[in-house]
C-alpha cells in the first residue's frame, strides 16, 4: 500500500485506525474481546515502523539513516518515562468507568490527532515535498546518488520480491531481529508486574519503571549517534547492545529478591537491545536496493520484531523453546506459576540475546565477504547507476555494503 499510494496518507489512515481500535479497548469485557482487539492492534501497528524507514531512506544518506531511525525509535523508549505519569493519574480516576479504560480512551484520543498531523506535516519523499522549489529538490534527490538506491518507484517488481526471499544477507538480519525481540515481551509486559513482584503496589510499580524509560530512550538515540560519527562499526554496536540485555537476564535470574537495587538497575538496563535494534533497521536501509525489495525487506523485519515479540516459552526444563505466532500468546512467555524468578523466561531471554550478537557479527563478515569479492572483479564502488530502472543491491556491481 505504501508503495502504490501516498506513503504520508497510507499512514495517516493505518494511525488514525489504530487510535480508533486502542479506545475501543475500552470496551472489552472479557478475555475472548481482549485477544481480538489485541490481534488487530497488532494488525495495525505493523505497517507503521516499515513506513518510516522507507521514509528515512528515502530522505537521507547512508551514514544518515542510522542516526534518524534512532530519532524516532528512541520514542518508545522516552515515552515510557511519561506514560507511567499519565497513566498514574489516570488510575486515580473515580467515575464511571474502570480507571483502566481511561488509559486506553486517553492514548486512543492522542493517536487519532497525530494521525491527522502525519496527513498534512510529514513530508514523504524530496520529489513531492511541500515547500521546496526546483532547485531545492534537485539537491534533495542529488545527495541520495551515493546511496546506489534508486529512487521512489510505484510499481511493484516480482522479481525484486524473490530476489528478497532468496538473500542471505536478508534473512540474517531477520533472525536477528526476532532473536533481539524476544526479550520485548518481559519489558513491554512484564516489567510493571515484575516491579511490582519486589513489594510494590500496581501503581507505584508504574512510576519505578520511568527511569527505564529514560535509559533506554538514551541507549537507543545514543547507539545509533554513534553508527552515524564512527563509520564500520554499526554491526558492533548492535552486538555490545545485547550485552545489556544479556546482564540484565542473568541478574533478574540469579539474584535475591530481597536484593531490590540490583532487581531495579536490571530491569532499567534490560532493554538495552532497543538501540541495537534502531541501528540494524539502519543497517538494513543501508544495505537494501530496488524500492519494492526495501519495500519487502523493511516489513520483513518487522515480521521478526513482531515474532520475537510473540515468543512462547513452554518447558518448564528449560530444555526446548517454541516459537508461537501471534501477539496473544505472548504473554505465556513469563508464567505466573514461575513467580516471582520467572527463571524459565529469562533463560530464554539470556539464549536467545547471546545468539542475536554472535548472528550479527556472522552477517558482519558476509558483508565483508560480498564486498572484497566485488572489489576482485574489478568494478569498484560507484554512482553511474544510481537512478537506472531501479536496480538493487544484488543486480548493482557498483553497490557496496555498509558495516
Known amino acids: 500500500m505504501a508503495q502504490r499510494w501516498p506513503i504520508e496518507r497510507v499512514a495517516s489512515a493505518i494511525v488514525a485506525v489504530w487510535g480508533v481500535c486502542l479506545m475501543l479497548s475500552a470496551a ?47 520514542c518508545t523508549g522516552y515515552v515510557s518515562a511519561i506514560s507511567p505519569l499519565i497513566n498514574y493519574g489516570l488510575g ?10 481511561y488509559m486506553y480512551i486517553v492514548a486512543g484520543a492522542i493517536t487519532i490527532v497525530w494521525a491527522v498531523v502525519i496527513l498534512f506535516f510529514l513530508p514523504p519523499d524530496p520529489i513531492r515535498a511541500k515547500g521546496f522549489n526546483d532547485r531545492e529538490r534537485y539537491i534533495a534527490v542529488a545527495r541520495m546518488r551515493g546511496n546506489n538506491s534508486g529512487v521512489r518507484n510505484t510499481h511493484f517488481k516480482v522479481e525484486q520480491l524473490w530476489e528478497s526471499l532468496l538473500d542471505l544477507k536478508f534473512w540474517i538480519v531477520f533472525a536477528t531481529a526476532f532473536l533481539i525481540m524476544i526479550a520485548n515481551g518481559p519489558v513491554s509486559s512484564f516489567i510493571p508486574i515484575i516491579i511490582s513482584g519486589f513489594g510494590f503496589n500496581s501503581l507505584n510499580s508504574l512510576l519505578l519503571t520511568m527511569p527505564a524509560g529514560a535509559i533506554i530512550g538514551s541507549i537507543e538515540l545514543g547507539a545509533p549517534y554513534l553508527a552515524y560519527r564512527i563509520p564500520g562499526i554499526r554491526t558492533w554496536i548492535i552486538a555490545i547492545c545485547q550485552l545489556g540485555t544479556i546482564i540484565a ?39 537494501t536496493a530496488g524500492y519494492t525489495k526495501r519495500s519487502v525487506t523493511s516489513s520483513g523485519i518487522f515480521v521478526g520484531y513482531c515474532l520475537g515479540t510473540s515468543c512462547l516459552f513452554v518447558d518448564m526444563n528449560w530444555t526446548l523453546l517454541i516459537f508461537c505466532i501471534g501477539n496473544f500468546v505472548g504473554p505465556l512467555l513469563f508464567k505466573p506459576a514461575d513467580a516471582p524468578v520467572y527463571a524459565p523466561g529469562f533463560v530464554a531471554v539470556l539464549i536467545t540475546s547471546i545468539a542475536a550478537a554472535l548472528l550479527i557479527i556472522v552477517y558482519r563478515y558476509v558483508c565483508i565477504w560480498e564486498n572484497k569479492r566485488r572489489d576482485k572483479t574489478g568494478t569498484m564502488e560507484g554512482f553511474e547507476h544510481a537512478y537506472e530502472d531501479d536496480l538493487t543491491d544484488k543486480t548493482n556491481p557498483q553497490f557496496r555494503y555498509t558495516l
Open 28 to 74: 472489552c469485557h472479557n478475555w475472548q474481546g481482549f485477544y481480538a482487539q489485541r490481534f488487530f492492534l497488532g494488525f495495525l501497528e505493523s505497517g507503521v515502523s516499515p513506513m518510516f524507514m522507507l521514509v528515512v531512506g528515502g530522505w537521507y544518506k547512508k551514514q544518515e539513516q542510522a542516526l534518524r531511525m534512532g530519532a524516532w525509535y528512541c
Open 92 to 101: 486515580h480516576i473515580k467515575g464511571s468507568l474502570s480507571s483502566w479504560r
Open 249 to 287: 537476564s542473568v541478574l533478574l535470574w540469579q539474584l535475591d529478591r530481597s536484593n531490590k537495587g540490583g532487581l531495579l538497575f536490571a530491569c532499567y538496563i534490560l532493554a538495552s537491545f532497543g538501540g541495537g535494534y534502531a541501528v540494524l533497521m539502519g543497517v538494513q536501509i543501508a544495505n
